[in-house]
């Protein structure tokens, strides 16, 4: 698949957004390549908070800042950019080792959060700030819209914890029960205890989003989700 029949824009300097495809195991098993995309990750996720934050400032004049930044946060989130990297076809495009590809590199949120963040950085270089808002507006517009909807922007584990200490007077405590997969492509559990009873269980790709998991397992049960 080429970059042209995605949905990505079109670049100037093709070899830039080739660097942007290109992930550091890829690098690895080819020394000929110069650079992977890390830096360019760097800069697009700078890119991306200022385009989110501004998008949001415009779009939504009446909201207070608590509720803006808790939608800038979700909007940016590794679950949703890489929701955003296959809405415009980068698993296929992405430049991965073969053993990245072998342990499923291609439908890790990670790996795909990092590419969108490259591309959008060397995007921001090819074509200038003006011509990446235009890119990113509209994606943004409709997650923002299904977040709002859905209330994802909501954090889970605060909702937990503000009725836990309300109802018991104590605050959840988070435990690691286990940790599966090779070091590049981890599944970890947590189970969420209020006292001394589990009240939720969740897996996911770090610590935070298997804790974040819980929460909401746990809200669930309780019937406040």
Same mark, same amino acid.
């Given at each position: 698949? +080429? ?22 195991? &890829? *690098? ?18 700078? *890119?991306?908070? &200022? ?5 949001? &400032? ?15 946060? $979700? ?27 072998? $342990? ?18 060397? &995007? +921001? ?64 559990? *947590?189970?969420?205890?209020?006292? +001394? ?8 790709? +770090? ?19």
């Amino acid at each position: 698949m +080429s970059p042209a029949s995605t949905g990505l824009p079109e670049f100037k300097d093709p070899l830039l957004l080739r660097r942007a495809l290109t992930h550091s195991s &890829y *690098v690895n098993e080819h020394p000929h390549e110069p650079e992977d995309n890390e830096r360019l990750e760097f800069l697009g996720d700078a *890119v991306l908070d &200022y385009i989110a934050g501004a998008f949001l &400032y415009h779009r939504y004049p009446e909201m207070r800042e608590g509720k803006l930044t808790r939608l800038r946060a $979700a909007l940016v989130c590794t679950e949703q950019l890489a929701t955003l990297a296959e809405i415009v076809g980068l698993p296929q495009l992405m430049r991965i080792g073969r053993g990245e590809e072998e $342990a499923g590199g291609r439908q890790r949120p990670t790996l795909l959060c990092a590419t969108f963040e490259a591309v959008i950085g060397a &995007y +921001s270089l090819d074509a200038g700030l003006e011509a990446t808002r235009r890119f990113v507006e509209p994606l943004l517009a409709n997650a923002a819209e299904r977040i709002l909807r859905e209330a994802t922007d909501v954090d889970p584990k605060s909702m937990l914890q503000e009725w836990s200490q309300a109802e018991a007077g104590i605050t959840p405590l988070y435990r690691l029960t286990h940790v599966n997969g090779p070091d590049h492509c981890r599944e970890f559990t *947590v189970e969420v205890l209020v006292g +001394s009873e589990v009240q939720g269980t969740g897996v996911g790709r +770090s610590k935070q989003a298997a804790e974040r998991a819980a929460a909401e397992a746990a809200l669930r049960r309780l019937g406040r989700l």
